[in-house]
């Protein structure tokens, strides 16, 4: 079964810094990648995806992530953090040619400090 | 506004009712899906329609259920309500048969048992 793993149930940067939020699956066969940005008392929003392709993939937001293969993982990452980006960000996979379902991870909160 | 549409937003009940929680899909969505969000346990996958047929499902009780109508929205059905049911719960769709394009979501529905 696929699962999904968010090191860090919570991250905290200084505006500007660099975010990065780690994101590692398990599955037999390299799956669908997700990334879904929850804001308060919202639902989510696709922030970015990987399915074939360039391994290096942008977002909206400013965000990028990149799959790698041999580390299993997808990591998401922007530059430079601004306020606005305070949310809770959720990794998910789909399996190819099986379910639709999205398996997500338990989702990391960022904060970011002024 | 992500184009589906979940009523209501909120819904507070006894123990032991019954409620219905209502998704509107996107417009041209053929699939709907369900999540259930709460603190310890994550997303969960509840269910999946497909243009009516249930398609997939995931950790959903014996307590709930749910269908999609013709004109493809979908309604799920929580009975005999407990406590640990409090949790948010999401409407997602998607284009089915490209399980690339990941989902659109609802706002969702909060709902509280006291």
């Known amino acids: ?68 293969k041999s580390e299993t993982s997808f990591h998401l990452t922007k530059p430079s953090a601004h306020m606005s980006d305070a949310a809770e960000y959720f990794c998910a996979v789909q399996s190819k040619g099986g379910s639709e379902k999205l398996v997500f991870g338990k989702g990391t909160k960022l904060t970011v400090n002024p | 506004d992500s184009g589906v549409t979940q009523t209501p937003k909120h819904l507070i009940t006894a123990t032991g009712q019954r409620v219905t929680l209502r998704c509107s899909p996107r417009s041209g969505d053929l699939s709907v899906y369900w999540y259930q969000q709460s603190l310890d346990q994550g997303l969960q996958f509840l269910i999946q329609y497909y243009n009516g047929e249930e398609r997939a499902k995931g950790n959903i009780l014996e307590r709930f259920s749910a269908q999609q109508f013709p004109d493809l929205h979908s309604e799920l059905n929580l009975s005999s309500l407990e406590l640990g049911d409090s949790a ?3 409407c997602a769709s998607s284009v089915a048969g490209r399980g690339d394009y990941g989902y659109t979501f609802g706002s969702g529905t909060r709902l509280t048992v006291v």
């Not at chain 1, 990065?20 to 990334?35: A, G, I, K, M, T």
Request: glycine letters at 8%; proline letters at 4%.
């Open chain 1, 1 to 68: 079964a696929q699962s999904v793993t968010q090191l860090g149930s919570h991250v905290s940067v200084s505006e500007g810094a660099l975010v990065l939020l780690r994101c590692n699956y398990s599955s037999s066969v390299p799956p669908y990648l997700f990334w879904y940005v929850q804001y308060p008392n919202q639902g989510l929003q696709l922030l970015l995806k990987y399915t074939t392709g360039a391994t290096l993939v942008k977002g909206i937001n400013g965000f990028e992530a990149e799959f790698k």
């Open chain 2, 88 to 90: 948010l719960y999401f």
